[in-house]
């Protein structure tokens, strides 16, 4: 039963799709529980309000006007960081007037770390949200303590094993590299994005029986409580939109007349882009496999072109009633169709988790960041996908061939419909999400009121 708290919680999410969507998740976990909700967001990709009738929007100038946000630099980032700071902070202060000792706590994607700033200043708590995977992280801080152990390294030791971090090699190197080097300024950035400042606890989109070991590893590191409370997609108990993009329905109803476990689903996310050649080399390798696809093209995701006009003259003509293409699809919906039977996927960390729940074998092709990560432990740990190494279309026809038709693609399967069976037992009463949740519910009930009265912090610059 959903007990009522009188208590507020203000969300900080960061405006990509991958991070709005566990932040908006989380919102409705935490409403569940008792918790009035407030988001306060960018205007750049405001969350669509109607589809959250149960939370109280807050829109702040964002300071990104002039941008090209298509790609997020890391000076866009920390202009959004500064711009962000003074009206958050006019905002709660504006709140903690009206609202008294309600509000119980801030929770912010650790991309926005200008909320530690504030939230120190107004003497309130606050939690950090991490909307990817404990391995990353582990990887990431492993590399930032020592970064001149990892670069530059040669390309002939791209498949050289990363030092300490097994299964990962150089290849894998979450970090973004400039010719063969980070600059200090980016490792900078690295090191203020994955501090948690003066927060009380980590919020986990993960489980803790998936990565218990990383954890354990990382909760020493950062000494404050860690609660594990995913997978998000399953926890969340109401299945609202969370998409920033207009989602194309009629592949749920394309979907509908198809065979049963039958259908390749090809999605590379809301941000990664790929060049032409590689759309083409996709584009044979799916229609030479001759499986049934559902494939999201999304505009601006080739540069140049704003969708399927980059396919090969006729192809759509030439594959037929056997494959669609859209420019964006409800995921949720579509990976737990019957008649999806894999996902090519860049291995964001939602699709990622949204896939392992669905009990979907992924075909895993990751570009950036910590789809690299991911993709490894799901190749080579966990052993539910198969990696493209090489984007050309025999390889393509022969990995999706593998993955829908053959004896290893049975395997893959089994294993991640026993991932999904573990998942399930997680969200049981017994079960370690369950109980983390509710350790989260109770430790963010037992936050101490701030130190310092409103009226004292509002003359402060």
């Known amino acids: 039963m959903k007990e009522e708290r009188k208590q507020s919680v203000v969300l900080v999410p960061y405006l990509l799709q991958g991070h709005l969507t566990p932040m908006l998740q989380l919102g409705s976990i935490l409403h569940s529980q008792g918790f009035s909700v407030i988001v306060a967001h ?10 959250h009738p149960q939370f109280v929007f807050h829109s702040m100038d964002d300071g990104l006007k002039g941008f090209d946000m298509s790609f997020p630099s890391v000076k866009s980032i920390h202009c959004m960081n500064e711009s962000c700071k003074s009206p958050l902070r006019n905002y709660l202060v504006r709140m903690m007037e009206e609202e008294g000792d309600q509000l119980a706590c801030i929770i912010y994607d650790n991309i926005m770390f200008f909320v530690n700033d504030v ?5 309130l708590p606050s939690i950090v949200l991490r909307t990817f995977s404990a391995a990353y992280l582990h990887s990431m801080l492993t590399i930032l303590q ?5 670069f530059p390294f040669e390309d002939s030791q791209l498949l050289n094993p990363l030092p300490e971090l097994h299964p990962l090699r150089f290849k894998d190197v979450p970090i973004h590299v400039i010719n063969n080097t980070v600059p200090e300024p980016l490792l900078d950035f690295y090191k203020r994005i994955h501090d948690i400042g003066s927060s009380v606890a980590t919020i986990w989109n993960t489980m803790q029986d998936l990565e218990n070991s990383m954890l354990l590893r990382l909760q020493k590191h950062y000494k404050v409580p860690f ?12 299945a609202s939109s969370t998409s920033i993009l207009e989602e194309d329905n009629s592949s749920i109803e394309w979907l509908d007349r198809q065979t049963p476990n039958s259908v390749l689903y090809v999605s590379l996310g809301s941000l990664v882009r790929i060049d032409e050649k590689e759309l083409i080399e996709t584009a044979w390798g799916l229609a030479n496999s001759e499986q049934p696809f559902l494939w999201v093209i999304r505009p601006g995701s080739v540069p140049g072109f704003q969708c399927a006009e980059a396919l090969p003259d006729g192809y759509e003509e030439m594959v037929g009633e056997r494959g669609r293409i859209v420019k964006w699809a409800p995921q949720k919906q579509v990976l737990a169709h019957p008649a999806i039977a894999g996902f090519f996927t860049h291995c964001g960390w939602n699709s990622t988790l949204e896939s392992i729940c669905e009990q979907v074998p992924m075909i895993c092709r990751p570009i950036l960041a910590d789809q690299l990560v991911n993709a490894r432990y799901l190749t080579q740990i966990y052993k539910v996908g198969f990696e493209l190494e090489v ?43 369950h ?9 963010i009930s037992a936050l101490p009121s701030r130190l310092a009265p409103p009226t004292l912090l509002l003359g402060q610059s």
Request: glycine residues 4%.
């Open 119 to 123: 939230a120190t200043q107004l003497r």
């Open 435 to 443: 109980k983390n949740l509710n350790d989260l519910v109770d430790f």
């Open 146 to 150: 020592q970064p001149e152990k990892y």
């Open 227 to 238: 609660f594990p409370i995913g997978p998000f997609p399953k926890m969340v108990p109401l």
């Open 42 to 51: 960018t205007q750049y990709n405001s969350p669509n309000y109607s589809n």
């Open 391 to 433: 984007m050309e279309r025999t390889v393509i026809e022969k990995t999706i061939r593998k993955l829908m038709l053959s004896e290893e693609g049975k395997d893959v399967k089994k294993r991640v419909v026993d991932m999904k069976q573990n998942i399930v037992a997680a969200m049981q009463i017994e079960g370690t999400s």
